[in-house]
């Protein structure tokens, strides 16, 4: 069965540099949420879009930022990269937002892109 | 705040033995918990997923408990294999006005050896 797919699996980029990290989801699944996983932590929810619309915010700086296309793929951008932001960048899909109490929708993690800043 | 705190933070046991990794939290509005497996570096796994009205669940070695009202899960490990090795992240959903939030436990590391 086909699962999440993030690109570029490794990245390896200096303290000021840009970054983009892309996310693509299951088909047919039409929310991506965004996660980042310092070293020895737990993961870290960033940002979520369902329909192409922001659905959810949490610990995201400001210099980033992510939109998601028309095809439901997603991207976050990552400008005046620091130290600080070496980690696993998780994307994870899912097919709606559960609307209905006791019910859920599965989210689908992708293997992660580990970001390196020197 | 959510909260999700997992006991132990790492355990170690021989391959064939069983093991008990524990689950509490403090989530509100609670909507489901889960539990993921994790390789080092890779992303998470799902290996069950419960609902308020579910008390106990199987997916092959393992068996995951759910009290609601202690707000206490267990995932039981039967049978370890070496690839078993990982971390066990416990991870609680809300659902608040069509959002679903996940809160994620700091996770148990799970060492099987020979």
């Not at chain 1, 949490?58 to 028309?70: L, M, V």
């Amino acid at each position: 069965a086909a699962g999440v797919i993030q690109s570029p699996r490794h990245l390896i980029k200096e303290k000021r540099e840009t970054a983009t990290l892309k996310c693509y989801p299951i088909p047919r699944h039409d929310t991506v949420y965004w996660y980042q996983q310092g070293p020895g932590q737990d993961p870290q929810f960033l940002i979520s879009f369902y329909e192409k619309m922001q659905s959810d915010k949490g610990s995201i700086p400001d210099r980033f930022s992510a939109q998601q296309f028309s095809d439901y793929h997603s991207e976050l951008n990552m400008s005046s990269l620091e130290l600080g932001d070496s980690a696993l960048y998780f994307c994870a899909s899912s097919l709606g937002v559960s609307g209905s109490w006791g019910s859920y929708n599965e989210q689908f993690f992708g293997p992660g892109t580990r970001l390196t800043v020197l | 705040k959510n909260q999700v705190e997992q006991s132990p933070q790492s355990l170690i046991i021989l391959e064939g033995k069983n093991c008990t990794l524990q689950c509490n939290y403090t989530v509100s509005p609670f909507s489901n918990l889960r539990w993921y497996k994790q390789d080092t570096g890779r992303g998470p796994v799902s290996l069950t997923i419960m609902t308020f009205s579910e008390n106990t669940k199987s997916n092959g070695r393992y068996t995951a408990t759910l009290d609601a009202d202690t707000k206490q899960s267990s995932l039981h490990i039967t049978a370890s294999q070496l690839s078993d090795s990982a971390s066990y992240i416990c991870v609680v959903s809300d659902l608040n006005f069509g959002n679903e939030k996940l809160t994620f436990g700091t996770g148990t590391r799970l060492t099987i050896i020979p």
